[in-house]
């Protein structure tokens, strides 16, 4: 299965049961609830990354969130 | 060390100040060490005292870095009233590998811009450099 991920084209084995989050648990992704995933130029919901799944041919774009605050600095 | 240009280091000021007293936040994507680019992201928070990027814009800004042979290499945000250190949400927050991570404080009359790499809670400030 040939899928591209951040940009790059990527082999995977075929397994029909993949879906994003499993994607990102192969890909060592940590932290995955902080993770933003865009699937084919959409932006998923989160609680949809454990039941989408990956297909051939997918454009897959991920980032972690970006945020923070000046709160409790002293 | 991240090095970056002195129009964009002014930039991040200005845009610290524009948004005063909300806190701003931005990317600046380059090669190497190198900064050559500066996006102004939207703070979807507009708060005082947190900031959250949006993720369309977000994605947008990689994108548009890859196409142009550039990287991320820094997400900056300020400090529109405390010093230019991370707060305890900025290092759990800081989740994005492999960036600094710069904070222009706005709490004395001259800005103060400083950089960090965050890593698994680890802090480590850097040096900046800004080039001409």
Sequence with gaps: MKITINGKEMLLVENSARTIDSLLEELDVSQRLYVTVELNGDILDRPTHETTPVAEGDVIEFLYFMGGGSSHVD | MIRIPQAIHDDMIA?????????????????????????????????NEHFMMEPREQFAVVKDLRAKGLTMLAIYHSHPETPARPSEEDIKLALTPDVSYLIISLAA?????????????????EQIETIV
């Design chain 2, 15 to 47: 845009h610290a100040r524009e948004g005063f007293p909300l806190e701003v936040c931005g990317i600046l994507g380059g090669e190497g060490e190198s900064v050559s680019a500066i996006y102004r992201m939207t703070n979807t928070d507009a708060s």
């Design chain 2, 109 to 125: 009359a001259d800005a103060v811009v400083k950089s960090y790499k965050i890593s698994a809670g680890n802090v480590q400030q």
